[in-house]
């Protein structure tokens, strides 16, 4: 950074009163929640009789005509929240005098020429900024906030909290806590403000500051990225755009959104490190033979894939995805695989896309069996798979590609039945030989026959129960929530579990077993192994 930061005390009075406040589009969305707003309240109504009180660091650009929040914009919107619960209680309460000023110096600026008063501080999201402006001029927040998650939301439940807060304090002494409040804030409650000359300089600013600490997401970095190499006159509406993509990983987290830009670029780049993605994008790492989308290529890339990966995400959703390619997609979600997807977006503009979407799914089945999915290399190699598919349009070649990823047949059937598992995949599994499919519907409910803890039951040591426990041989698909109480030895199984096996379960093969020991398991095990090898090598 070229020119210096020019670094001033202010009272939050004197630094609000002085200008209009802008929080630029590039900035994180306000995200306080009870916890922050409880603390900030806390801090404050346990300073308000100190000679002063340091309330944080404010980063400012300056243009002339407004100054923007670079950083400190969770702390000057609550700020603005507290001193507008402390305006209309000093309204009603007949304390006019004492309104006019909170309101001249923290809430609405006086035009001298039209005599119009306009807001002290503005968001930049236009929704969020109708709640933020509707809370300040009507004192109580409007009827439609949006969902829970949404930014109004937490603006509104921000104000309620700080507004309940102050009315229980001011039970003492209504009168004289009003006057007290205002002069804490007006004259005693001091920021740090820098204030930097270079308005231009207001992303690089934002992304040094916050990337010194760890608060600021990838997302954060991304969107700030993308919107300082837009220019001026598309600024609203690349912001709009962003959001709108974002928006559609609200429930999920950030964490998703950004996984989501991951992969999307992945199908045209190959591999990239989630710990790389933003320096990459950015063009501050280099990565030999990867060239990065520039931002509109980015945009535009993010709303091409958007639709088919909120269905691999939740198969239930609408979208281009034939009802075979859905399976799939729940199949992966069962088994907790994200990994291929950049391999299915690639897949998806290629010929005969449903045979390649199955060819991944039993390579992925194969691989867990065979214990070596999870691994990064795996990862990195599915990446750069999925270029290739992009490239040459056609999945096919992902026969010879991820050739040295194909386990044996032989070795699939080995590991099965001998291998644990956890129950998700143990589940996918039975339920996968039990319907002769590799996209099973996810019916009954799987239990062990052998529990893990089941100190009755005779012919199985405690030793052997912990090898075969959690094979599949182990296992049972039935319709039942919960194990009956009575089904605690293999006599308590078969009367009591048993007749609640679903439809397609091997019912008969079980009644025949004598006694569930160890070698019942793993007979049951080589069975189930050999069908499930005619299921997944066909």
Known sequence: MQTPLNASASTAGALLSSSVFEVPQFQREYSWQEDEVSEFWNDLSNGIESDSYFLGLIILTDDGVKKHVVDGQQRLITLSLLANA????????????????????????????????????????????????????????????????????????????????????????????LGKWT?????????????????????????????????????????????????????????????????????????????????????????????????????????????????????????????????????????????????????????????????LLAIANSKDQLEGMKYILRLVVRRIVVG?????????????????????????????????LNPSRDDFVNQIGRRSFNKGVLGFLRRSVLAQSITPDSFGVLHFVRPRQASEWEGMSEEDAAFWGATIGNTFIADLERRPKGAVDWQGFKQHMLPHAVECEWRSR?????????????????????????IWFP
């Open 372 to 404: 070596n999915l999870g691994t990064g290399n795996v990862e990195r190699r599915f990446g750069e798979a999925a270029r290739k598919v992009y490239e040459a349009r056609t999945w096919k070649i992902l026969v010879d590609d991820l050739k040295d």
């Open 510 to 534: 079980l009644a025949r077993i004598g006694e569930w020991d160890a070698g019942a398991v793993e007979s049951m095990g080589k069975k189930l192994a050999d069908a499930a090898g005619d």
């Open 86 to 177: 402390i305006y209309f209680e000093a309204r009603t309460r007949g304390r006019a005098a004492l309104a006019d000023r909170i309101r001249a110096d923290f809430l609405r600026s006086i035009d001298y020429d039209s005599d119009e008063t306009n807001p002290r501080v503005v968001l930049s999201d236009e929704e969020d900024n109708a709640t933020f402006q509707a809370i300040l001029d009507d004192g109580k927040v409007p009827s439609n906030t949006g969902d829970d998650e949404s930014v109004s939301k937490r603006l509104a439940e921000s104000y309620n909290f700080l507004k309940d807060k102050l009315q229980q304090d001011l039970k003492q002494d209504p009168f004289k806590r």
């Open 183 to 343: 002069e804490f804030l007006t004259h005693r409650v001091y920021f740090a403000v820098f204030v930097h000359p270079d308005p231009s300089s207001a992303y690089q600013v934002y992304e040094v500051i916050n990337t010194r600490g760890k608060e600021l997401t990838t997302a954060d970095l991304l969107k700030n990225y993308v919107l300082s190499q837009t220019t001026a006159a598309r600024k609203q509406s690349r912001y709009r755009q962003w959001q709108d993509l974002s928006g559609h990983f609200l429930q999920d987290g950030t964490n998703n959104f950004v996984q989501y830009i991951r992969h999307s670029v992945t199908v045209r780049s190959g591999h990239i490190l989630p710990k790389d993605l933003f320096g990459f994008l950015a063009r501050r790492v280099n990565h030999p033979g990867k060239k990065p989308p520039n931002p509109e290529e980015l945009i535009s890339l993010l709303k091409e894939y958007l639709p088919l990966y909120l269905q691999m995400i939740d198969p239930t959703l609408g979208g281009p995805a034939e009802p075979d390619a859905l399976k799939v997609f729940d199949a992966l979600n069962a088994l907790g695989v994200i990994a291929v997807r950049p391999i």
